[in-house]
């Protein structure tokens, strides 16, 4: 993705209940955002990594407060261009809640558990419709190499929308 403004690409994809998404990427130039938009529930909430020329990492907004004015900011939230970075995002729902892990190169960055209703993304960041991933960049070239999404086995939700196998004959 090469971003002078805001610029994402549409995921062909869109998890129900709990997933993990796993991305591989390289920033080649640049210092700004690397931005990955994720469904949690019936609303959008925005990683941001390598915000505001490296300044801060979060999730935004939260209850109207951008990543680097809520509880989720990392700071300093630098990300080299020197090498590739694995970022694994947890997206789990569990009733009214929700909680989001994100592992920077296997190692925990950030957490968040709450009200999903309280998530929400920058209009120059939303993607149409809240049910969709996607990836993007600003001021920045990002090299996306591997993107992989998986639903989360113990999801309750995922877990009552699946067939019984041990049906009556």
Do not use: C
């Amino acid at each position: 993705v090469k971003a002078e403004e805001a610029s994402q690409i549409r995921l062909p994809a869109q998890p129900e209940g709990s997933y993990r998404l796993r991305i591989t990427m390289h920033r080649r130039e640049g210092t700004s955002t690397i931005g990955v938009i994720l469904p949690v529930g019936r609303n959008q909430v925005r990683l941001m990594l390598s915000g505001f020329g490296g300044l801060v990492s979060g999730l935004g907004s939260i209850d109207g407060r951008r990543a680097d004015e809520n509880e989720t900011a990392v700071k300093p939230g630098t990300i080299d261009n020197e090498n590739p970075h694995t970022i694994v995002a947890d997206v789990r729902l569990d009733g009214d809640q929700a909680t989001i892990k994100v592992e920077l190169d296997g190692k925990p960055y950030i957490q968040w558990t709450g009200d999903p209703r309280l998530l929400d993304v920058q209009q120059m960041w939303r993607l149409k419709g809240t049910d969709t991933l996607g990836v993007g960049a600003h001021l920045s070239v990002i090299e996306f190499q591997a993107i992989d999404i998986a639903p989360i086995d113990d999801d309750p939700i995922r877990k009552l929308r699946q067939p019984a196998t041990d049906a009556p004959k």
